[in-house]
């Protein structure tokens, strides 16, 4: 892995309805943001999952962005099982809101500063406590929730500026897809970090929206346990993408239907 990170390497990827997944895992995906966060470099790592594919798949302008991502980690479990059918023998599950936990732990490690942009006032401050707390040689030079509405270019330098002025190296964004796979795009190259998109991290990680048992994230069925905690906001997404990806997902495997960017 080392001699990877050397070179600087893309990881090995496979697309999936035209959009990329990288075949990483926990330890090479840390290790790579820890690289890029040490050099200073302003990179942005998106955490894939069906309702990414699926907005990739409808929008192209979308799609493209994704796939000029530095790290496409596979978040959702239907996509783990997609590499596997495409070859990618072994691969794991890389799921946000464990490479938060992980990304906290070596940045801790090594006294690097992380930040944190998104989630409201409530969930973000509940947020840093509680990372804080678990790891207590955190440096958290950044954190700030936007308002909910479109900022105006002004707004936005200020917030550039206010990030890069804090020194953190490494910024998890929490906007929700595909929001936060828009922002990190726009500004990468302005912010001067490695900006991680891992939404739904933010209220797991705070305690406001309780994780699904580990066996219903095994078997996939975390998207189920979501919409019985939040069902009026979560059942139009799944109505709509679910089962459209699976059926795309099979003529793909099948080798009945190829996709642009594929």
Same mark, same amino acid.
């Given at each position: =892995? ?20 990288? /075949? ?5 995906? /840390? ?58 023998? &072994? ?8 490479? /938060? ?11 690097? @500063? ?11 401050? $509940?947020?840093?406590?509680?990372? $804080?707390?678990?790891? @207590? ?10 308002? #909910?509405?479109?900022? /105006? ?20 964004? !929490?906007?929700?897809?595909? $929001? ?21 991290? #933010? ?6 929206? @309780?994780?699904? @048992? ?9 998207? #189920?346990?979501?919409?019985? =905690? ?9 109505? $709509? ?13 099948? &080798?009945?239907?190829?996709?642009? !960017?594929?």
């Amino acid at each position: =892995m080392s001699a990877v990170l050397e070179s600087q390497s893309p990881p090995v990827h496979r697309r999936i309805l035209g959009m990329r997944v990288d /075949t990483t895992s926990y330890e090479d995906a /840390t290790l790579r943001v820890l690289a890029w966060a040490r050099a200073g470099e302003s990179r942005y790592v998106c955490v894939a999952n069906v309702h990414m594919v699926m907005e990739a798949y409808d929008d192209s302008r979308y799609r493209a962005l994704v796939n000029a991502a530095d790290l496409v980690t596979p978040d959702g479990m239907p996509l783990v099982w997609v590499l596997r059918r495409l070859g990618v023998r &072994g691969q794991e599950r890389v799921y946000g809101p464990e490479l /938060t936990l992980r990304v906290c732990a070596a940045a801790e490690r090594e006294g690097i @500063p992380v930040g944190f942009y998104g989630g409201a006032p409530e969930v973000l401050e $509940k947020l840093v406590e509680k990372l $804080k707390a678990r790891f @207590p040689g955190l440096r958290v030079a950044y954190a700030y929730s936007p308002p #909910f509405r479109s900022l /105006t270019p002004e707004e936005d330098a200020r917030i550039v500026e206010a990030i890069n002025a804090s020194g953190a190296r490494i910024l998890f964004v !929490g906007l929700g897809c595909p $929001k936060q796979e828009r922002w990190m795009a726009e500004h990468r190259g302005r912010v001067k970090a490695v900006m991680l998109g891992v939404g739904a991290a #933010f209220d797991f990680h705070a305690g406001r929206v @309780p994780q699904a @048992p580990a066996w219903m994230q095994r078997l996939g069925l975390e998207w #189920f346990f979501r919409l019985l =905690m939040e069902p009026k906001r979560l059942w139009r997404r799944y109505a $709509k993408h679910n089962p459209r990806f699976v059926v795309l997902a099979a003529l793909q495997l099948l &080798g009945l239907r190829r996709f642009e !960017g594929a």
